[in-house]
Structure formats: C-alpha cells, structure tokens
C-alpha cells in the first residue's frame, strides 16, 4: 500500500474533505490521527481522534512533541462563513486568515522535527479561491493565496528533508453543500458549470492527498495541484453568440 506503515496527521479532519482524506490515508495503509476541536459525529474507520485548536500556539507544540513519531501532515483545517467585507470590521476578517494561514504556519513549525527525521511529507489544501476574486470570502481568498506561497517557500527551506504542496482545491460536494448552494437543486445547477459536469468527492481530494504524500510523488515539491474538475466555464461563452459553423 502507498502508505503502509507511516504516521499521518490531518488536521480539521472530521467532516468533509477532512474526513474524506482521513479515510483514504487509512485505507493507503497509514496510522491517521485527525485532530479538531469537536469529536466526529460518524465513524472515521481506523483514524484516531485527539482534539486539538490548531489556532492554539501552546496546544499545537504540546499536541505534537507528544507525538512518538509522523509522517505525513495534511493541513486541512480551515474555512469561512459568507461575509462581504464591509459586514465585519478587520479584526473579524482577521480571523478568518488566522485560521487558514496562521494555523498552518504554526502547525507546520510544530511538526517540522518529526517531519525532517521522516523525510517526510507536508500536504497543504489549498483552494481555487486563493487565485480568483472571492466576494463574500475575500479574507480567506487572501488566506488561501498566501497558504500557497507559504508551502512554494516551505519546499525550499525545508528540502531535501520535507517535500511540501498544496492541493489547490475546487468545489467539493459534502454533507453541507445543499446549505451553501439552495439545495439540490441549487447543487446539481452548479455542477453543471463544471467542465467534468459535477462537484468532487471527499474521496477525490482524498485520493489526490494519498498521492503527493506516497513515494509516487517522491520528486514532487512546491507544486500546487489543481482538484477542480477543469475549472469554470468562461462565462463569455455563455454570454456571446457563437457561429458554430466556423
């Protein structure tokens, strides 16, 4: 198995793409800890739980010098609820940046001993929003799109003993999707702007994660991966009339 016998921590990783990942790290033949504030609320097959705020500096370092060995760290926790700017003052926004960049700075120092003895392997989710305009989550845009260059320049500093990349990460269908979109409908109406004509799976960021963490991406270091099934449909296409015949 790709993974067989390694340590792997994901944080954030009890639901969604987290969870997703958690589950396909472990079937990769990994020993998976998943680490949040609150416990799963559904089985997460052989992955450990411990929780953990990864926006707690102190916590962190306790969290992984407790550790007796790692891996693989999938830097998954992260997020933000719809708020345009001008709804929040700076310091709200502030937060939403702690969380999707400062957290992972900080988890990634915590790890970064166990890591260099391992050889072993950082994977950054990223998302698509971090390289295009975000209105409603302009924060976490600026959060994903310094997440990136943290891990281009975290492949450098760390070489050859870490290998770091970010998983850039498009719309994925999860157990909350029908609340971001207006249901099923709202859903299925998005995937149809797809070009592979649907959302990604947990399971297909988790596929991609079992992938930059094997020895199969063993040359592989300050990559971004693109997840987002082709991207978006130019809206112009839509937009213009096209003569098909030419």
């Known amino acids: 198995m790709e993974l067989d016998g390694k340590v792997a921590v994901v944080t954030g990783g009890t639901r969604g793409v987290g969870a997703g990942i958690a ?3 472990a079937r990769a033949g990994a020993q998976v800890v998943v680490c949040a504030r609150r416990p799963p609320e559904h089985p997460l097959g052989t992955a450990e739980f411990m929780p953990l705020d990864v926006r707690d500096t102190d916590a962190v370092r306790r969290f992984f010098a407790e550790l007796p060995r790692l891996d693989v760290l ?35 120092l915590a790890a970064y001993d166990h890591l260099k003895h391992a050889n072993g392997s950082i994977v950054m989710i990223g998302s698509v929003s971090g390289s295009r305009p975000s209105p409603g989550s ?13 891990a281009r320049s975290m492949a450098v500093e760390w070489a ?3 290998r770091v990349n970010t998983l850039v990460v498009g719309m994925v269908r999860t157990e909350l999707t029908h609340l971001h979109y207006g249901g099923d409908d ?35 270091s300050g990559a971004s991966l693109l997840l987002h099934g082709g991207g978006e449909r130019p809206a112009f296409l839509d937009a213009a009339t096209v003569n098909k015949e030419t």
């Open 23 to 25: 589950r396909s790290l």
């Open 74 to 108: 999938v830097n998954n926790a992260g997020g933000a609820p719809y708020r345009p700017l001008a709804h929040a003052d700076a310091a709200r926004h502030a937060r939403v940046i702690e969380l999707n960049l400062l957290a992972p700075l900080t988890v990634s």
């Open 138 to 150: 302009a924060a976490y845009g600026a959060a994903k799109a310094g997440l990136e260059n943290l």
């Open 160 to 162: 050859p003993e870490v």
């Open 186 to 220: 709202g859903v299925e109406a998005v995937a149809r702007t797809v070009p592979l004509g649907r959302l990604a799976l947990p399971a297909d960021v988790g596929a991609a994660a079992v992938f930059l963490a094997s020895d199969a991406a063993r040359y592989i």
